[in-house]
């Protein structure tokens, strides 16, 4: 009776939980999409919605039928809308619910894994606070409101299902349990990868809890100790495999090099335990990327300095490994799940969601020292003061979940927010004045990117100043130019892709405050710039740009080479289509055929139907067919 009667009150205080976060979460979730949430799901509305398989295998897997990266993930978002546009609090609150899934998930993992090593009541206690400070920790809230960060937590999610599965495969004593637990561990790593590449560190966390958690005594079978072999040696064959990927990566289309990388890693994971640590007041967005401005300024090096912090508590953490086996874990738990995204990967610098999973072992850590120090004042006979410190550290945490959920509700407050913490971020001002232009306040919009500018000096602010130009009334004393110097000491950023887009409706407009060089040079100066060419994403959609503008002007010599690069970038059956399109309007019907054939190898290639690009494929040779029977 006793134990049911703690069993409903437990349940009952997770219910309460659960709600709470439920509630606090709620108060953003009637905000729109943002940035890469439109690259993501404007897939699902390409071809006028996903209403049959044909529909989901081409969103989920690409044009090619075979990019199965984040798959799962895309095929998530079809559970909230199969249509594009959409509402976006659907989605978010599909990811408030993942969030709270993975709360519960979280939990039964720490529980189960301090098991191995503690009493029942111990890991229920820290356990059940860990998840707590998990799952209410404001720092998640640019994660679980940012419709595309679900790649994030569907990551999150299998990784710690897998780690639960490998838990249940040491305790089992049954052989057939075993196995069973084992394959389901392969399986929820494999869906975890599916959902992000960031998942492979499973391998290692697995490895990790293998090598920390076993219960003294502990007996392996032949069979868990073959599994246990296998991971070591996986994880040291991964290890190679990723530094090697890493080391012959290519970071020509980041600002910064690898060198650089390292060193600027250590500043920015410092900022990681910072936002943990002290979430009160910290500058918290998703836009970090005046953390290049540091490198830009030449601050990495010096900023290196921090590894020397985070090579103090590695040390700290083993040498305490006997009596708070737990905090080491812990400590290793999130210093190993950043290894692919925080050290040698050409990734961009900073973002708040790749703690998402890392942040359980400091959740876990932190919950280790709050049961001490509870323990402790209990001991001294401070209980009252012991429950109190624990409700104002819950209490705090939760109020500052409410509030940073509650802007994400208004996206002008959130960008007045993030901008003021962050003025040397390019998207952050970038975001600023694209949002006073749309408000009206065309001077404000002027001001901000003109500020930007001569703080950051980037082609897509100065391209985003001419298009405003050519779109609104601006003072004249408020006119921009761009010249020839500009744009060569300019270096690559994405923005510019999007803005050059942006201008090709009005291309007269921009050619007048353009200095020392004319639009078309200004397209052939993008194109040799440093790091369009390494980033093969934004060098297709420059051609195509390129392509469009020129099919527009007439241009077909021009049109043609655009294409033809296009296609060389990224050859899929829609940049051969385009091809053949662009020679059939300029009347050369051999080279349309040609690409036309090509078109039609990469269709037949296709594993499903696709009646759509069928259809594409059709009228292109009917139109071949008609215009080579009048010539």
């Known amino acids: 009776m006793h134990s049911t009667k703690h069993l409903l009150m437990f349940l009952f205080g997770i219910v309460i939980v659960l709600a709470l976060v439920s509630f606090a979460y709620s108060l953003g979730i009637q905000g729109p999409f943002l940035l890469d949430d439109f690259s993501s799901l404007q897939g699902i509305g390409a071809y006028g919605g996903v209403q049959n398989s044909s529909d989901l295998l081409r969103y989920i897997l690409g044009s090619t039928g075979l990019e199965w990266s984040r798959s799962f993930s895309y095929l998530s978002f079809l559970v909230d809308d ?62 679980t409101l940012y419709v595309v960060q679900r790649m994030a937590q569907l990551s999150a999610l299998f990784v710690l299902l897998s780690l639960l599965c490998y838990v249940c495969a040491l305790k089992t004593k049954s052989n057939a349990q075993f196995f069973l637990a084992v394959f389901l561990a392969f399986f929820f790593g494999s869906l975890g990868f599916l959902s992000k590449e960031n998942a492979l560190c499973v391998v290692w966390l697995m490895t990790w809890l293998d090598m920390t958690l076993k219960p003294i005594g502990y007996r392996k079978s032949i069979y868990k100790s073959v599994v246990s072999k296998c991971l070591i040696f996986s994880s040291l064959l991964l290890m190679c495999l990723f530094t090697y990927s890493s080391i012959s990566s290519d970071f020509n289309f980041r600002v910064f090099n690898q060198v650089e990388r390292i060193q600027e890693q250590g500043a920015v994971l410092a900022k990681y335990w910072h936002y943990w640590l002290l979430p009160w007041g910290a500058d918290t967005t998703i836009f970090h990327d005046d953390m290049e401005y540091r490198v830009l300024q030449g601050y990495a090096l010096k900023d290196s300095s921090w590894w020397v912090l985070h090579s103090s508590i590695i040390l700290v953490a083993f040498f305490v490994r006997k009596k ?308």
């Open 324 to 631: 708070h086996i737990l905090i080491t874990f812990g400590i290793g738990f999130f210093y190993i799940s950043h290894i692919i995204e925080s050290t040698l990967w050409p990734l961009e610098l900073m973002y708040e969601h790749r703690n998402y999973l890392p942040s359980i072992g400091l959740a876990l850590s932190m919950s280790c020292i709050l049961y001490e120090v509870f323990e402790y004042l209990k001991y001294k006979k401070l209980v009252l003061v012991s429950y109190g410190v624990i409700f104002l550290f819950i209490g705090s945490l939760f109020i500052q979940l409410v509030y940073r959920s509650s802007l994400w509700s208004d996206y002008k407050v959130l960008i007045l927010k993030w901008s003021y913490e962050h003025p040397y971020s390019l998207r952050a001002q970038s975001s600023l004045a694209t949002l006073y232009a749309a408000s009206g306040m065309v001077s404000l919009s002027a001001n901000t990117l003109e500020a930007a500018y001569s703080k950051t000096p980037n082609l897509k602010l100065r391209l985003q100043q001419l298009n405003l130009q050519c779109t609104a009334d601006i003072e004249t004393s408020k006119l921009v130019s761009l010249s020839l110097e500009d744009v060569k000491n300019s270096y690559f950023s994405s923005g510019i892709i999007y803005e050059l887009e942006a201008s090709t409706y009005h291309v007269d407009c921009i050619e007048r405050y353009l200095i020392g060089l004319d639009y078309e040079i200004l397209l052939g100066e993008i194109e040799t710039m440093k790091g369009l060419s390494s980033h093969e994403r934004y060098m297709a959609l420059f051609y195509d740009i390129v392509g469009a503008y020129y099919t527009k002007k007439k241009n077909y010599s021009s049109a043609v080479e655009a294409r033809i690069k296009l296609y060389n970038t990224q050859p899929t059956i829609d940049t051969a289509l385009k091809a053949a399109e662009v020679f059939l309007s300029g009347g050369d019907i051999k080279m349309s055929k040609k690409f036309l054939s090509i078109a039609k190898g990469y269709y037949d290639g296709l594993w499903y139907d696709d009646p759509l690009r069928e259809s594409q494929i059709i009228n292109l040779e009917n139109g071949i067919n008609f215009i080579s029977s009048n010539k």
């Open 82 to 143: 199969q249509y594009w546009p959409s509402d976006a609090s659907i989605f978010k609150k599909t990811n408030v619910a993942i969030h709270l899934i993975i709360g519960l998930i979280t939990f039964l993992l720490l529980y189960t894994s301090i098991k191995l090593k503690l009493d029942n009541n111990k890991a229920l206690v820290i356990a059940s606070f860990a998840s707590l400070i998990w799952l209410i920790h404001p720092l998640h809230v640019s994660t």
